[in-house]
């Protein structure tokens, strides 16, 4: 789970935001075209998904061409795994007392921990075949130069061999 909240900063406190400090947000997996948010000329909002793969995501904020150009400055808070749920409202909401408050922030922590693992251990054991494909690789290579080396080192003796038959030196 990933959660993000952002919000245009306003440059004169205690006045409203101008209507130029609008700003276009998109939250995508990196270096890829679709799209898991997509806001357009707002001023703050949030977001949250579940991200189907591990890897890098971009929050990507632009801002309409303004005349003249000014800055804006943008609060931004991305919160990813267990620390995107927002338990102060499950606390409220629910009635829920501190103690089985804890608990079910501990539990899902162990959820998350124990996903991890998994995803470890899948990672291992891919490493693992990786790992004995190469050795057999290098062994038949290792074995191939060998070839390589006695049948150069074959014909150079019977090469030299031939060659000082000729000259009358054996």
């Known amino acids: 789970m990933t959660a993000g909240h952002y919000s245009v900063v306003n440059p004169n ?3 409203p935001l101008p ?3 609008r ?3 998109k939250v995508t997996r990196f270096y890829e075209e679709n ?3 997509l806001s357009e000329n707002v001023q703050s909002g949030q977001f949250a998904f579940q ?3 591990a890897g890098d995501y971009l929050a990507c904020f632009t801002a309409v061409e303004h005349q003249p150009q000014v800055k804006i400055s943008v609060e931004f808070d991305w919160k990813p795994g267990v620390a995107a749920k927002d338990w102060s409202n499950v606390a409220k909401k629910g009635s829920v007392d501190a103690m089985e408050y804890e608990l079910k922030k501990l539990a899902d922590m ?3 921990i124990h996903e991890e693992m998994f995803y470890l251990r899948e990672r291992e054991r891919e490493m693992q075949e990786l790992n004995k494909l190469t050795s057999s690789r290098i062994a038949w290579l290792s074995l191939l130069s ?3 080396c006695l049948s150069v080192t074959g014909i150079q003796v019977w090469h030299l061999k031939s060659f000082f038959e000729k000259k009358k030196l054996i």
Do not use: D, N, P
Request: no cysteine; glycine share 4%.
């Open 13 to 15: 406190e205690g006045q």
């Open 19 to 21: 209507e130029s400090h």
């Open 23 to 25: 700003i276009t947000v």
């Open 35 to 37: 799209y898991y948010h």
């Open 51 to 53: 991200a189907v793969e």
């Open 110 to 112: 162990i959820t998350l």
């Open 146 to 148: 060998l070839f390589i």
